[in-house]
């Protein structure tokens, strides 16, 4: 088998043989290196086959798990000692990892990272998290990790469509992609910033055709790959979204009108024509628990919109013919009654706003967003954490709560 040199470091010791797998939009940029490298390279459909040739004693520092293969009494250690007494590089078969990922992490471990692509796909993310997770390297990859979650969390023509554009299966699976690559780097602003955008328009149901035929949803197949608990947070803040959507909705009809049962028809037309303006707009609902053609982050781009109208009771008062007893419409609420449901999407837009600023993080407003909230509560890296490092209501002390598990931790083993 031949395999298509990269060089990282032209000193290096190892060559780390790798095959290309799967699909991602990293392949264009390593067959365009291996053209810089060998004019005659030809990309054909079946799978790459490349060597990388780096240094064994970068990744010795830079992951504890290439340091006791390469450093230790492993058969790939002693081997290596024997190549260098040669002169030779070692090489190592990695077959079961991505030569795109593998790439690009050992750029970044070597520091080489003067032509890294500044935007990758939801796919190539994940790879590269999974990869840096199985050689306990993801610290490494925080700042780089920042930049190439910038156009997840900014509005843009990439990710953020138009109202025109509803997002796609295709959309939302890169942003649980990013959502895991930010869970995985352990980047809370970041994750509670992708996480919120995941609310805003990640509908919970798709065809049963996305990735599994048992599953029919995203939040189902990302719950075993992220993190059950980070998927129960989007879903619960979700629902509260939901909720409270409906809430204002509804606040209309449960106001205290004078002229619903009177021979006046002031009440029932100005309910009639609101109700009327919220279909029309598709985003009155049938049933807050059933999924909706439109994410809760369409509807209130909608209702921010000027296209609803101003539905006022004084609108729909009666003719007051000279002489006749004044007629409680008079009485009736002067505000539009889009107002309850305007006055909760504009703090929904606010917090959206949040996201895209880079001065400030985006605060989740409870811990079902929070990183350091969600790893603590499954057992995570982030027990060691006093504190959260993004701020919202109901922050725990997760210095206590860790000493209160670990009494009860205790309390167990001794009964």
């Known amino acids: 088998m ?16 790798v095959r290309e797998r799967g699909c991602c939009c990293l392949i264009d940029h390593l067959e365009e290196v291996a053209r810089l490298k ?12 490349f060597s990388i040739l780096v240094s064994s004693k970068v990744l010795s520092v830079a992951s504890p798990v290439f340091k006791a293969m390469l450093c230790g009494n492993f058969k790939e250690g002693l081997e290596l000692s024997q190549s260098k007494a040669l002169s030779v590089a070692y090489p190592l078969e990695l077959p079961e990892d991505s030569a795109k990922s593998l790439y690009l992490l050992c750029k970044i471990l070597h520091s080489n990272v003067a032509d890294l692509p500044e935007q990758l796909d939801g796919c190539c993310l994940m790879f590269i998290a999974r990869l840096a997770d199985k050689f306990q390297c993801a610290p ?50 970041e994750y509670s910033a992708i996480a919120w955008a ?22 189902a197949y990302y719950g075993r790959v992220v993190c059950e608990k980070a998927v129960e947070g989007i879903f619960d803040e979700r629902m509260r979204c939901r909720q409270a959507l409906y809430e204002a909705m509804m606040a209309p009809l449960s106001s205290p009108w004078h002229t619903m049962t009177s021979h006046c028809m002031c009440a029932a037309k100005t309910v009639g024509v609101y109700v009327e303006a919220l279909k029309k707009a598709d985003v009155w609902p049938s049933d807050i628990t059933e999924p909706r053609k439109m994410s809760i982050g369409s509807i209130f781009k909608v209702c921010n919109s000027k296209s609803l109208p101003s539905i006022k009771p004084s609108s729909y008062h009666c ?45 989740p407003k409870n811990g079902d967003l929070c990183l350091d909230c969600i790893k603590f509560a499954s057992g995570g890296q982030n027990k060691r954490r006093k504190k959260c490092r993004i701020d919202h209501d109901g922050m725990p002390d997760l210095k206590q709560d860790k000493a209160a598990t670990t009494k009860q931790d205790e309390a167990a083993t001794t009964q």
């Open 38 to 49: 060998d004019p005659n390279f030809e990309a054909d459909d079946d799978p790459r086959s």
């Open 319 to 363: 003719k007051r013919q000279s002489g006749a007893p004044t007629c409680p419409c008079r009485s009736e609420p002067r505000d539009s009654l889009m107002r309850p449901l305007q006055l909760l999407c504009h703090e929904l837009a606010w917090r959206q706003h949040r996201v895209a600023d880079y001065n400030h993080a985006f605060k």
């Open 2 to 17: 031949s395999f298509q040199e990269l060089v990282i470091d032209p000193d290096g010791d190892v060559c780390l043989r």
């Open 198 to 219: 995941l609310v805003l328009y990640g509908e919970p149901q798709y065809p049963k055709t996305f990735a599994d035929s048992e599953l029919d949803s995203f939040d």
């Open 140 to 189: 490494t990859l925080k700042y780089t990790g920042t930049l190439w979650l910038r156009d997840f969390l900014v509005p843009s023509h990439r990710f953020y469509p138009g109202d025109a554009v509803p997002w796609v299966g295709k959309i939302i699976k890169q942003f649980w992609e990013a959502l895991f690559f930010a869970y995985t780097i352990d980047l809370p602003a």
